[in-house]
Structures are given as structure tokens and as C-alpha cells.
């Protein structure tokens, strides 16, 4: 029900995020002390989902499986379950690290249960789009972590993530797009066309550049990372254009929207691979 695999890609962007806001290695105390918190704070949210979607879970394929949809754990243990990961989460940022970080980590957990889940999944197949501002939170939770406040660096870091959500999650979904359909979940793949898809993925994707861009005059950033940036951010939109164009060609192939969904985790990983590592270079 935590979903840990998620969590794991969150925990990628948040420490070199911190990296960067201290500008070298922060407290050792206070990365773990962050990065138990967001794990919570993730986990959480993630079961709070579950408990909210176990209807639907139950007639799609790749969530029926899941302990609240199979019975193997009942509604009210699981929102118990969640109440106390929340509030613990919330009492750990407030008391162990700071109260930004704190407010920042209730406003994740309220964007993904509330605004994601309960108000866009089942109504707009831009669900994800805005829902996947969830995702973003944890570079400014670290960032806040670290400094007790934001800065337009961290406005760009969240802007990477926000932009690579949609190319990353749509894949997914035409994947399971019957799944989707079946629960009455309106994704985007859902109700539109695959080349319809292909070219909103190559717009978010552009965008997404721009932002990783942006990071350089922002934090100062060298041309090592300038160069990973442009690297993997062309190396991900050649895979998402060539998902468009199988999309407008079915005699070229399948559409690959697996390939691409693994390629915008390959990206994520390296870029912020590269925005820790950026920092302790000598130039």
C-alpha cells in the first residue's frame, strides 16, 4: 500500500536537492532525518490513495492484487494506517528538522490525496498534470530542509518535475489504457488519440528542458551539468518523438510507451545525479 518504488524516485530527487542547497554535503543528521520524514510523508499518501481507490482497484488488472482490493486488509486499517504515517510524518518534520519543511510536507500529502485522488483522477484526463504537482514537492521540501526557505533555483528543479510527470506517467498509462478504462478513470490516453498523447509528451518534455536549463544562471551550475542537461534532456525527447511518430505510423511498429516510461526514469536519475555532482566540482 506505501507503493515503495515510488518513494524511491522521490528520495532521488530530494537528497541532491539538498546537495545543491547547501552548496557541499549538508548535516549527515539531517538528510536522514529528511529523507525518513518524506519516506513517511510519501508512504502516508500513497495509502490514503489506496483506501480512496480500492473500488477501482478491484476491477483493474494491475491493482487488483493490492491488499485493500483483495480484502487481505479492511478500509478502516488502512486509514488508521495512514492518519498515523501522516501525522507522524508532519510531527517529525515540525520537531526534527523545521517548520517549513513541515508545512511543505502537509501540503504534498493534502495535493495528492485531495486535490489529485479524490477531486481530478476520476473528473479531467489532466489529471496527472496537475496531480503530479504532488510529485514535485519533495525538491522544495529539501530545499527548505536545508535553508528554511525556497529560492528560483529550487522554482526550477520543481519545474523539471513537474514537466517530466505526464511523459513519464502517460506511457503507463496507454499501457494499461483498457485498465483505466474499465475503472472510468478519464487518463488522457484514455479519451485521446496515441498521436494526441505522443504530442502533448513532446511539449511537457520541451518544457521540461527548458526548466533543467534555467537551473544553470539560477544555482550556477557548470558545464558538466550543463552538458548532462542537454545530453539526457535530447536523448529522452528523441524517445518521446519517436513515440509520436510510430503514433501517427502504426506500420513502423509498436508505439514502445514502455521504452519511454523507462527512459524518463533513466533521465530523472541522471540529471540529479548530475546536480549533486555539479556541486563538489573544482570549476
Not at 539560477?218 to 545530453?231: N, P
Not at 536523448?235 to 510510430?246: E, P, Q, S, T
Request: charged share 10%; with cysteine; glycine share 8%.
Amino acid at each position: 500500500m506505501t507503493k515503495p518504488r515510488i518513494i524511491e524516485l522521490l528520495l532521488v530527487t530530494t537528497l541532491p536537492t539538498m546537495i545543491l542547497a547547501e552548496g557541499g554535503l549538508p548535516d549527515l543528521s539531517l538528510v536522514l532525518l529528511t529523507l525518513v520524514g518524506g519516506t513517511l510523508a510519501a508512504a502516508s499518501a500513497n495509502v490514503f490513495n489506496c483506501y480512496l481507490d480500492r473500488d477501482i482497484d478491484q476491477v483493474m488488472n494491475r491493482t487488483k492484487r493490492r491488499p485493500l482490493a483483495t480484502g487481505e486488509i479492511t478500509p478502516r486499517a488502512a486509514l488508521v494506517f495512514a492518519t498515523a504515517l501522516g501525522v507522524v510524518s508532519l510531527l517529525w518534520f515540525a520537531l526534527l528538522v523545521n517548520v517549513p519543511s513541515a508545512w511543505l510536507t502537509f501540503a504534498a500529502i493534502a495535493i495528492y490525496v485531495v486535490g489529485y485522488t479524490m477531486i481530478l483522477k476520476r473528473r479531467t484526463p489532466q489529471n496527472i498534470v496537475w496531480g503530479g504537482i504532488a510529485g514535485c514537492m519533495p525538491v522544495f521540501i529539501g530545499w527548505a530542509a536545508v535553508t528554511g526557505s525556497l529560492s528560483w533555483a529550487a522554482v526550477a528543479l520543481f519545474g523539471v518535475i513537474f514537466f517530466w510527470t505526464p511523459p513519464h506517467y502517460w506511457p503507463l498509462s496507454v499501457k494499461f489504457k483498457k485498465d483505466y478504462a474499465n475503472a472510468g478513470v478519464p487518463m488522457l490516453p484514455v479519451v485521446a488519440t496515441d498521436r494526441r498523447v505522443a504530442v502533448e509528451m513532446v511539449a511537457h518534455t520541451a518544457a521540461m528542458i527548458v526548466c533543467s536549463l534555467a537551473l544553470v544562471p539560477l544555482a550556477g551550475m557548470s558545464w558538466f551539468y550543463t552538458g548532462v542537461a542537454l545530453a539526457s534532456g535530447a536523448w529522452f525527447l528523441w524517445l518521446v518523438i519517436a513515440m509520436l511518430r510510430r503514433a501517427g505510423h502504426p506500420e513502423r511498429g509498436k508505439l514502445g510507451a514502455m521504452k519511454v516510461f523507462h527512459g524518463s526514469i533513466t533521465y530523472l536519475t541522471v540529471l540529479f545525479i548530475a546536480v549533486a555532482v555539479d556541486v563538489f566540482l573544482p570549476f
